[in-house]
């Protein structure tokens, strides 16, 4: 195995990814920032230099579960302190697992900014994918507002609250069309036909294939609020990895993808050869007010400035939920993937409701909305420094004669930010409740994401969920992913073992819901962790002791 070097420096920019010139945040000069390729046990050394000029930065690297390294999870608040602008942290991590992955930033709003890029693990030498492929592409998807990320962030936060809305244009690997359309000549869009010369930033990348092959689509989505569907016109798409896990390969005409997942499916190039396909990627789980985001599969026997010919393909309708539903029903194990413990040492139950708090809206957990606090917990727990956080533990479960089915009663909530400590080698269940929201008849997808662990995703219900829920668990094929959805007024049990020495978060992919409390924080084995950088915890009460070992040596 190698160790793989970058020296990677976070800037905004001026850019246009959607032919509309804004602000975004590059690395190196690129929006997405760079690709990392890397073999399964690779190290990767990220030397992260901040450019900003007025704020820090972290970066997460999503789905790499950080055994040994806590630190290098990229999380301000918790698993370190935002860097400094002019300065530069380092972080070294393994890539223990092939798949499908990708960062982004992990502080504030800074994803909504465009802090986002793939990062690819292959198999380790002398080892085979489970399925054969000529070749591959990589699908980032996200969506973008002109509305620039600080401007949100206030939005968010004021009183009254003022929602962002939906995205003006989505992304596919950073380029999208906002003020015309690839499908002006066969739609009757008012958007003019685009034109481009190729070099624009907001030019299609355009996937050039030859025909009767089979390649293999790594698609991540990195949104900050879209769920997607994704198609490919006349070509079928076989699933065959979710979240950097193997799954048994099935058969899609379309592909839904929320924010925090990732999936590789193959396709097999046996269409007509004289034509190209669109590849389209469209809004649902919310009323779609953004057009579609498009590109091309040209065959390389015919020319690549080919538009088809036929309309792009249509997406199911944005609430039909039983699609979505038997979408996700479809995703189970390939065989011979780890099972999970057939019992639990624990059980969290976590009510998502949308509350007030003096007037603001906010997202609470078990009624808590988080607020993360300014000594990173990592530091925090391994030196018990009980100031720099609630110490009471945070509920497991909320009030029996709560209604998921109606908007709250009382929509006041509280700030916290306690720990659920785990003890270690023990196996969580969590089940997600989901609940409506402060409008009567709304409950909203939300994507959960699991740091450091993958987890089993074991059902998905409707209502309220009952003891007697658990016995129609999946314990025989369940997926490993990192991240899973909760459908409307519905619920999803994840199961888990609290086996990477560290402090967690587990959060709604939601950017502006994030950002509006709508996580928890995990710890288990923290007094097995070793070798933080000090600069990792120079910051808050850390920082404080780190000053004064310093001056009492
Ligand atoms: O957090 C959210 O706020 C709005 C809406 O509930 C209130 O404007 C919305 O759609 C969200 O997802």
Redesign the pocket.
């Known amino acids: 195995s190698k160790t793989r070097h970058f020296k990677w420096e976070v800037e905004y920019m001026y850019w246009s990814p959607d032919c509309m010139e804004g602000v975004v945040m590059g690395i190196n000069g690129q929006f997405p920032g760079p690709t990392i390729r890397a073999v399964a046990g690779d190290t990767i050394v990220v030397e992260l230099t901040n450019r900003l000029h007025t704020e820090g930065v972290v970066i997460h690297w999503h789905g790499i579960r950080q055994f040994g390294t806590p630190w290098a999870d990229g999380t301000a608040s918790i698993s370190q302190c935002a860097i400094n602008p002019g300065e530069t942290f380092i972080y070294r991590y393994k890539v223990d697992k092939a798949g499908t992955y990708f960062y982004h930033g992990h502080y504030g709003m800074q994803r909504s900014a465009g802090l986002y890029g793939s990062l690819v693990v292959e198999v380790g030498e002398g080892q085979k994918e489970p399925f054969h492929y000529d070749g591959e592409f990589n699908l980032l998807l996200s969506d973008w507002w002109h509305k620039g990320s600080q401007e949100q962030e206030v939005a ?1 936060s004021s009183k009254p ?4 809305g939906e995205p003006q244009t989505l992304l596919i690997n950073g380029r999208g069309q906002y003020n015309c359309s690839l499908a002006a000549h066969v739609t009757n869009s008012s958007s003019p036909q685009c034109q481009f010369r190729g070099n624009e930033q907001c030019s299609p990348q355009i996937l050039h294939v030859q025909p009767h092959k089979t390649y293999r689509l790594r698609v991540s989505s990195t949104t900050a ?1 879209a769920s997607l569907n994704l198609q490919i016109g006349n070509h079928k798409m076989v699933m065959v990895e979710a979240d950097g896990n193997y799954i048994q390969p099935v058969a899609v005409d379309d592909l839904d993808i929320y924010s925090g997942e990732s999936y590789s499916v193959l396709i097999h190039t046996d269409q007509d050869p004289s034509k190209n396909y669109w590849i389209s990627v469209s809004v649902r789980g ?1 009323e779609p007010k953004t057009p579609q985001g498009l590109t091309i599969l040209n065959y390389q026997t015919t020319s690549a400035s080919k538009l088809p010919t036929s309309t792009p393909p249509v997406s199911p309708l944005w609430n039909d939920y039983n699609h979505s539903k038997s979408f996700s029903n479809k995703i189970l194990a390939l065989m011979g993937s780890p099972k999970p413990p057939t019992t639990y040492n624990r059980r969290i139950i976590l009510l998502n409701t ?1 509350n007030t708090i003096n007037g603001f ?1 906010k ?1 609470a957990i078990n009624n808590i909305s988080l607020t993360l606090p300014p000594t990173p917990y990592l530091g925090a727990i391994k030196h018990r420094l009980s100031n720099a956080f609630d110490q009471k533990s945070p509920p497991e479960n909320f009030p029996n004669d709560y209604d998921v089915m109606k908007p709250p009663t009382n929509t006041n909530s509280t700030y916290g930010n306690g720990v659920y400590m785990l003890e270690f080698r023990t196996t969580v269940d969590v089940i997600l409740q989901n609940a409506n ?3 009567t008849g ?1 409950s ?1 997808i939300h994507p959960w994401h699991l740091h450091g662990h993958d987890f089993w995703v074991l059902g998905y219900g409707e209502g309220k969920f009952r003891e007697k829920d658990a016995k129609r668990f999946n314990l025989k094929n369940p997926p490993l992913r990192n991240t899973a959805v909760i459908f409307p007024f519905g619920w999803t049990a994840l199961r888990f073992v609290a086996d990477n020495p560290g402090v967690w978060a587990f959060h709604c992919h ?1 950017e ?2 994030l950002h ?1 409390g709508m996580g928890v924080v995990f710890a288990e084995g923290v007094h097995l962790v070793k070798d933080v950088p000090n600069h990792a915890l120079a910051c808050g009460l850390t920082g404080k002791m780190l000053m004064s070992n310093y001056s009492h040596h």
């Open positions: 968010l609250f003022r929602w962002i609020l919310r949308q809206t997202w929201a402060l409008a709304v909203e939601i502006p819901h509006m």
